[in-house]
């Protein structure tokens, strides 16, 4: 009697000898067609752009549930910058007011937070021209002035700078990822300076003092921070951005980074940090939960990271409804960015975080682009219920900010 082990080995051979003689009569018929044997034409990983097969529900949502606070956008940028490093307080301006509140308008978005208001006159000029003239639709943030990093009083002109842009009207402080990742100890060459480093300790306990928010930005997504290869899975991104790599050279790694944020958070617990990006690790959002769980004045936002949390709905859908009260609603949003389609300024940006938050929609793009920016994924939607949303969208960003909506 055969057993089972002798069957599968003969039918193995049975099928290699159909396969072969299967090759065989299709070598014959290419020769007899020489018109099938050329093979097809190679196609560029740039120009693929795969359809979706699958017939699933698409939910179009124009407008927020709730009036949205956006905590992170970017209006302004130094008008001088050097290896990362703003340089001058005058600004560039990104949008015109009138042009960006048409869009907010449409999407139900209430307030639009501009971080980078920059310092000195260049902050007075950002809140002028916005805060002042629209009142309760535009909040801006001061930056740290880099540019005197080398006087020797520079722990205690800082402190001073954190409080005359609060009497201007700053909202915040924003720590771009030039702290840890760009400024050298002699502000463009160098060592690295550590997020950690004392000197910057006057900085944050003003900000404390004065009821400020940190809004801090100290690493990127953690395949930045490993080889691009073909085992990156955002080895297009790092292809096309070459410069977005923090692999190698003298740049620390990305626990390295995150430990020594976590250091200042624990030696400035009156101090309130809005830890952007999900944290800075929305690929490990029990890594960002342990945080949270330890650091009470730690807060996160949403910004440009959809990408990330729409590919782990059922995580995600979890961690907003652990931490419905310290999760603000944020995209990075950039006036006339289109080279960076994640978090370009415009309805469709909003259309989708609005769908990943409110539907339980599938398999749907997480930036209006052509090709996926990140990462050849697709995201779902959460659903979450109104009484989140309601926090998620304004309540816990009134809240950090001190304003009424």
């Known amino acids: 009697m055969i057993s089972r082990r002798q069957w599968l080995r003969g039918l193995g051979v049975a099928v290699g000898a159909s396969a072969h003689g299967t090759r065989a009569f299709a070598s014959s018929a290419q020769e007899t067609n020489p018109q099938q044997s050329s093979p097809p034409g190679r196609l560029a990983l740039a120009d693929y752009e795969p359809k979706s097969m699958l017939q699933v529900r698409e939910t179009r949502v124009e407008r927020a549930r709730f009036p949205a606070v956006d905590i992170h956008t970017h209006i302004s940028l130094s008008a001088k910058s050097e290896n990362g490093i703003e340089l001058a307080a005058e600004r560039k301006y990104l949008g015109k007011p009138e042009e960006l509140l048409a869009i907010l308008n449409r999407t139900n978005i209430r307030a639009m937070v501009n971080l980078t208001g920059g310092f000195d006159n260049g902050l007075v000029e950002a809140v002028t021209k916005y805060d002042k003239a629209f009142p309760g639709r535009f909040y801006t943030f001061t930056e740290p002035s880099y540019s005197k990093f080398l006087e020797p009083n520079y722990p205690k002109l800082q402190a001073d700078a954190i409080e005359q842009a609060y009497r201007a009207g700053a909202k915040g402080l924003k720590i771009l990822k030039t702290l840890g990742l760009y400024l050298r100890e002699n502000i463009t060459s160098g ?215």
């Open 191 to 405: 060592k690295l300076v550590r997020i950690d480093d004392p000197r910057f300790d006057p900085m944050w306990d003003t900000c404390g003092q004065l009821n400020m928010p940190v809004a801090i930005h100290v690493s990127d997504p953690i395949a930045f921070f490993t080889p691009t290869d073909r085992f990156n899975e955002r080895y297009e991104e790092l292809n096309n951005h070459p410069d977005w790599s923090f692999y190698g050279h003298d740049f620390p790694s990305n626990a390295e980074l995150l430990e020594a944020r976590n250091r200042v958070f624990a030696r400035h617990p009156k101090t309130q940090f809005i830890v952007l990006h999900v944290g800075n690790f929305s690929e490990n959002l029990a890594n960002v939960a342990e945080n949270l769980d330890r650091f009470s004045n730690m807060t996160v936002d949403t910004a440009a990271r959809i990408g990330e949390l729409g590919r782990q709905p059922r995580t995600s859908r979890k961690f907003f409804d652990r931490y419905q009260d310290r999760i603000l609603f944020g995209t990075d949003a950039t006036p006339h960015g289109d080279e960076f389609p994640q978090q370009v300024f415009n309805d469709k940006l909003y259309e989708i975080y609005y769908r990943f938050l409110e539907t339980d929609d599938e398999y749907f793009d997480y930036a209006p682009a052509r090709v996926p920016p990140q990462g050849r994924w697709r995201i779902y939607g959460i659903d979450l219920p109104e009484s989140i949303l309601h926090k998620v969208y304004n309540q816990n960003a009134a809240r950090l900010l001190h304003i009424i909506i």
